[in-house]
């Protein structure tokens, strides 16, 4: 096959690469350029972005003996991944941006891209596992290392997708295994160190970037009975569940720790409450997208549902109508975001995503 | 079998090139050394020094070697700026970033800096040059005008330009770097106060270049090239430009130009025949405008360019590379990423244009079979390129 991979200049998509040309592919490495300006060097824990981290790519590249490029997708990113994560939030949600260029970047303009030049396939160093049944369906699955896996970012891109996808890292049983293989196969990345932040938020201050791009816009935070309880420099910086940041002048009556139970950006407005009233029984998701043609879940359905990317799954009983899925949760769960991705899980295999609805 | 059609990004390095090169490697010597090995060196690079002289009508003294013509455009413009902070400084739009970028930095330190316009088919817009530079408009500290243009090949009126700039007694700095070895080109004649090249776009090897600063001009005494080193230190180059002598390269540049200024008889034609065979055809296809002058005297024999509607560069060049094919855009990479032409932007066309140019250099190894694979490869690729963006 002619295969596309994407190399973000880390260890991970370098060792992909390696294993899809091992394999007996035809591979060209691409580097996706998502920043305008780019700086010099690699800072922080931004694991891309920087020249530093192309030059990275391209010395793998090198290694592996694959044609390399670099294809500038910044507008394509500003426009569906940056100005969503602003909007997102100035709507009172908490957009993940790593689902959004899974989505739109990745998965979309990417593929579609390498379709058109003649690629069968996008490799990229995710963890997650595809499956291909007898039948031919594709399912997607956790990555053998529980502590990698990227199932949850990935749901979004859909079954079609699938078709066009490789994920070579899926069955690397720890992210120790995959820098074992960097360094055998004399990847200079192979000590590279992990990444985390959001990539484009320079200093991995999310609310100062916010700040900066949206301006402050002062207003109040009320407890649950209405009463004016502190000060904001703008709802919403603001995530429901949060706890840390508050800034409240005097302790809750009852001396217990408050949280973020609502977001209300056209008021301009934050509502605080004890622990308890951050507490869900019921998630409802639109925007679904569905990736088991054989589990439609259009009738009552047992699975497990998940709310964050690191966050555990909870069993839950979901119904799909349409565009929507609701999920009944079999045990509470609290911290339960809008914007964020709920995604549906039966044992290690991906059923279904779809955005949490406020 | 690869064809190589980027000769204005590099030419091979001749063969008579490397046999200099690694035969000068084997005589050793700091010619800034006051011994006998030192003298040796010293006697090799002058040797070279009067031989490209000679064949680029300079003198001797005028001949700075540098390592190539970034340094030489820097030398220049900040060596220039420094002895005459005063007046406008003026620069056609389409000059190489290597002038453009030190202009800017100029900017910074208080420079007025003007842009010249060119025309539709990308040569300076003489005209309005002339208004820039009538005694009315106040003095000027320089004028930076290339000979030839690195995109469309577009050979520039600089001779014509040469005397509006001297009535303003302000120096005339020439980027020769497409031209030297390409075309005729003498320093005497071109009517430039400082000009400069590198020697690997003419066969010879990378991180060798060449500023030739006019010693004297009789009939303007101001049009001496007047300038401060950038390059401080031992005083090498006649104080312009410090730091111990490349003197093989210098060798090896001048083998290569030597064969290059021989042959310039019959390659002028030869290429011309083959980038009119493929301008043509180039024309012929759905979407595809040929920019610049017409092939002919007005352009330089190698260069063909083109703007392709609705087809990225990126992914023009991508699929010309798979196919065997190395071409270009023309505009520079930044950091891998291909950049939009703002040649193509100054000539008119629009930023979509400008982001679909494609350019095909040729030079001393191309033939005929090179512009065949080209011509091969260029339909489907264009309509892949186009059908990769929705």
Known sequence: MRVLAALSGGVDSAVAAARAVEAGHDVVGVHMALSRNRDQFRSGSRGCCSIEDSNDARRAADKLG?????????????????????????????????????????????????????????????????????????????????????????????????????????????????????????????????????????????????????????????????????????????????????????????????????????????????????????????????????????????????????????????????????????????????????VAYQGSRVIGQATIAR | MRHYLDHAATSPMRPVAREAYVEALATFGNPSSVHATGRAANGALETAREELAALIGAHPTEVVFTSGATEAANSTVHGLWAERPEGRVLHSTIEHHAVLEPLAALTDRGAQISALPVTRTGVLDLDEAARQLSPGRGPVCLVAVQSANNETGAIQPVPELAPLVERTQAPLVVDAAQSIG?????????????????????????????????????????????????????????????????????????????????????????????????????????????????????????????????????????????AGVDASNGAACNAGVVQPSHVVEAMGFGGAAAGSALRISMGWTTSQEDVDALLHALPHAIERARASRR
């Open chain 1, 66 to 342: 694959i044609p390399y490029y670099v294809w500038d997708l910044s507008e394509e990113f500003q426009d569906t991944v940056v100005k969503d994560f602003l909007s997102e939030y100035e709507a009172g949600r908490t957009p993940n941006p790593c689902v959004r260029c899974n989505e739109h970047i990745k998965f979309d303009t990417l593929l579609d891209r390498a379709d058109a030049l003649g690629f069968d396939a996008v490799a990229t160093g995710h963890y997650a596992r595809i499956e291909i049944r007898d039948d031919g369906v594709r399912e997607l699955h956790r990555a053998a290392d529980a502590a990698k896996d990227q199932s949850y970012v990935l749901a979004v891109m859909g079954p079609e997708k699938l078709a066009r996808s490789m994920f070579p890292l899926g069955a690397m049983r720890s992210k120790a295994e995959v820098r074992a293989e960097a360094a055998v196969r004399g990847l200079g990345v192979s000590n590279k160190p992990d990444s985390y932040d959001i990539c484009f938020v320079a200093d991995g201050d999310t609310k100062g970037f916010l700040q900066r791009e949206l301006g402050e816009r002062p207003g109040d935070i009320l407890d649950e009975s209405g009463e004016v309880v502190g000060a904001h420099s703008g709802a919403y910086a603001y995530t429901v569940g949060q706890r840390k940041g508050l800034a409240l002048p005097r302790p809750a009556s009852d001396g217990k720790p408050r949280y973020v139970t609502g977001v209300d950006t056209e008021r301009n407005v934050v509502t605080v409450g004890p622990e308890t009233l951050l507490t869900v029984r019921r998630v409802t998701g639109e925007s679904t997208v569905w990736l088991a043609p054989d589990v439609q879940a259009i009738e009552p359905t047992e699975c497990e549902v998940q709310v964050r990317a690191h966050g555990a799954p909870v069993r839950a009983t979901i119904v799909r109508d349409g565009d929507r899925v609701v999920a009944d949760l079999h045990e509470p769960m609290r911290g339960v975001a809008a914007g964020q991705s709920l």
């Open chain 2, 182 to 322: 390409h075309v005729p080109w003498t320093f005497r004649d071109s009517g430039a106060t400082v000009a400069f090249a590198s020697a690997h776009k003419w066969g010879g090897p990378g991180g060798v270049g060449v500023m030739l600063a006019r010693r004297v001009d009789g009939a303007v005494p101001a049009r001496r090239a007047q300038m401060a080193p950038l390059l401080r230190g031992g005083g090498q180059e006649r104080g312009l430009r410090a730091g111990t002598v490349n003197v093989a390269g210098a060798v090896a540049a001048v083998a290569a130009l030597r064969e290059a200024e021989d042959s310039i008889g019959a390659e002028v034609p030869r290429l011309r025949a083959l980038a009119s065979h493929l301008a043509d055809a180039l024309a012929g296809m759905p979407g595809v405008t040929v920019t610049g002058p017409p092939v002919g005297t007005g352009r330089l024999p190698g260069i063909v360019s083109a703007v392709v509607e609705a087809a990225p560069s990126e992914a023009m060049l991508f699929l010309l590379d798979g």
